[in-house]
């Protein structure tokens, strides 16, 4: 499983980005996809994950109100719409795809698009 994330860039505090992530195989065969971030010095961290099947989205905290995450099942691809943008949200933002097996949870990473927000 390949997955591609883009829409990444430089954006003005205030404004609004929209990533994408296609997978190169269905993604009903995945329990929940999602996006991580991981800005400079840090750990990464969930921002934002989507139920493949029922749609039901889940939020950190200091996203909640600004980022809509969803899917597009026909087209196997996941999409963040960032607004509101703030200088703290930069960070290379990667999608993930995570399935149940059992061995455990298993997960599937792209390969990070970069977003910066400046003052």
């Known amino acids: 499983v390949q997955l591609q994330a883009s829409g990444g860039g430089l954006v003005q505090a205030g404004g609004s980005l929209r990533l994408s992530c296609v997978a190169s195989?269905?993604?009903?065969?995945?329990?929940?996809m999602g996006w991580y971030r991981q800005a400079a010095g840090k750990e990464r961290e969930l921002v934002a994950d989507i139920h493949i099947t029922n749609a039901r989205a889940n939020y950190a905290d200091f996203v909640k109100g600004r980022f809509t995450i969803s899917r597009d099942n026909a087209n196997d691809m996941v999409y963040l719409q960032m607004d509101s943008l703030n200088v703290e949200d930069t960070a290379v933002y990667y999608c993930?795809?995570?399935?149940?097996?059992?061995?455990?949870?298993?997960?599937?990473w792209g390969q990070g698009t970069l977003v910066t927000v400046s003052s």
């Open positions: 195989g269905s993604i009903l065969t995945f329990s929940t």
């Open positions: 993930n795809a995570a399935r149940s097996s059992w061995l455990g949870p298993v997960n599937y």
